[in-house]
T-cell receptor, first 115, second 116 residues
């Protein structure tokens, strides 16, 4: 069963629009960590954020913000005033005791920002 | 460049050949993870190693695949007798300490393996 679901396969927006990437996770653990990674067209994976299950405060970093809601098992990622350089595939991932050392990745959301 | 390094970036092999993928962790990191990314899929965990030890290989195919992380030198992911289904991007990640839940894994640029 998929532990991390990113229902949006592809999103296309025009520059300066806000966009939210959804991530829903499933775990039996009470202690777990959630991550977002960015994979630009060049192919490398870039770490964006880590959040633990006990910290539900939203986080903002520049144009990026994250909304963590345990009640709905979601960890959504919003890009404000999107730019062409934001075009990438974005992956949400879960780290839980049940899965050992593995990061469980969603299938990713491909974001295309056009001028 | 203090990031995770992988080489080669691209590797082409014919069916039946061997593929060797190398990974040097970030400076100060002694924990290495290998993941495989099939087309239009997320990354799937393969193996977690510390120096000279395989800690978790629950995601490794039972045959033809092996991994090592020697005392000196990079970690190696070895695929023997490659088949077309092995074509994928292989990513290495490293972390600083124990590989616990909270550890952030930093990824390398990946090796794109194409089997003809």
């Amino acid at each position: 069963a998929q532990k991390v679901t990113q229902a949006q396969t592809e999103i296309s927006v025009v520059e300066k629009e806000d966009v939210t990437l959804d991530c829903v996770y499933e775990t039996r653990d009470t202690t777990y960590y959630l991550f977002w990674y960015k994979q630009p067209p060049s192919g490398e994976l870039v770490f964006l954020i880590r959040r633990n299950s006990f910290d539900e405060q939203n986080e903002i970093s520049g144009r990026y913000s994250w909304n963590f809601q345990k009640s709905t098992s979601s960890f959504n990622f919003t890009i404000t005033a999107s730019q062409v350089v934001d075009s990438a595939v974005y992956f949400c991932a879960l780290s839980e005791m049940y899965s050992g050392y593995a990061l469980n990745f969603g299938k990713g959301t491909s974001l295309l920002v056009t001028p | 460049n203090a990031g995770v390094m992988q080489n080669p970036r691209h590797l082409v092999r014919r069916r039946g050949q061997e593929a060797r993928l190398r990974c040097s962790p970030m400076k100060g990191h002694s924990h290495v993870y290998w993941y495989r990314q099939l087309p239009e899929e997320g990354l799937k965990f393969m193996v977690y190693l510390q120096k000279e030890n395989i800690i978790d290989e629950s995601g490794m195919p039972k045959e033809r695949f092996s991994a090592e992380f020697p005392k000196e030198g990079p970690s190696i992911l070895r695929i023997q007798q490659v088949v077309r289904g092995d074509s994928a991007a292989y990513f290495c990640a490293s972390s600083q300490t124990s590989g616990g839940l909270e550890e952030t894994q930093y990824f390398g640029p990946g090796t794109r393996l194409l089997v003809l």
